[in-house]
T-cell receptor, first 115, second 112 residues
Framework: DGGITQSPKYLFRKEGQNVTLSCEQN?????MYWYRQDPGQGLRLIYY???????QKGDIAEGYSVSREKKESFPLTVTSAQKNPTAFYLC??????????????FGAGTRLSVL | GQNIDQPTEMTATEGAIVQINCTYQ??????LFWYQQHAGEAPTFLSY????GLEEKGRFSSFLSRSKGYSYLLLKELQMKDSASYLC?????????????FGGGTRLMVKP
């Protein structure tokens, strides 16, 4: 089955700790995105990547880092510099190209909490 | 940048029709998307409009007026399972990477 897999579903972070959220897709999509969602709010873009070995900051990149070493994978690290990391994190991907509507498809999300 | 507004909450009755509005301001409009998100789950794609008019897909329809910067999502024959948040998102030609800007979402509660 094609899709986007995020893991873990729930994650707890201790103060001063870096944690990494996994996002894998087998849709052969070129572009991948990370969003943060706070309770009752919309989605805010953290980072995005249009191609392997390239990524760009979104609106709220401070305290986060990413890598894109493989087309299928776009992990997000929440660093100790992110002082308010408790949120629901969503990964998305989209096909590129003129014929593609560039619909973003989402993974099931990771809920991060601080201990 | 973009500014997207939608009502925070709406309530409707099972079997009824509800219209969720979305207004936006953007310099280079390149498509509007509606997503449904049940509590604690990922958003799922509902509809896409890039030209003016109505797109119908079963019980759900979405309308766009580019000149007015306005869209609505129409849900007919409401069911209890339609209780969810509905997110309006806009793509702008000025956004690299096909980025979407999301509104805050409208939480719809369907009552018996």
């Amino acid at each position: 089955d094609g899709g986007i897999t995020q893991s873990p579903k729930y994650l707890f972070r201790k103060e001063g700790q870096n944690v990494t959220l996994s996002c894998e897709q087998n849709l052969n999509h070129d572009a991948m995105y990370w969003y943060r969602q706070d309770p009752g709010q919309g989605l805010r873009l953290i980072y995005y990547s249009q191609i392997v070995n390239d990524f760009q900051k979104g609106d709220i990149a401070e305290g986060y880092s990413v890598s894109r070493e493989k087309k299928e994978s776009f992990p997000l690290t929440v660093t100790s510099a992110q002082k308010n990391p408790t949120a629901f994190y969503l990964c998305a991907s989209t096909a590129q190209g003129l014929l593609a509507k560039n619909i973003q498809y989402f993974g099931a999300g990771t809920r991060l909490s601080v201990l | 940048g973009q500014n997207i507004d939608q009502p925070t909450e709406m309530t409707a009755t099972e079997g009824a029709i509800v219209q969720i509005n979305c207004t936006y301001q953007t310099s280079g409009f390149n498509g509007l998307f509606w997503y449904q998100q049940h509590a604690g789950e990922a958003p799922t794609f509902l509809s896409y409009n890039v030209l003016d008019g109505l797109e119908e897909k079963g019980r759900f329809s979405s309308f766009l007026s580019r000149s007015k910067g306005y869209s609505y999502l129409l849900l007919k024959e409401l069911q209890m399972k339609d209780s969810a948040s509905y997110l309006c998102a806009v793509r702008d030609l000025g956004n690299a990477g096909n980025m979407l800007t999301f509104g805050g979402g409208t939480r719809l509660m369907v009552k018996p």
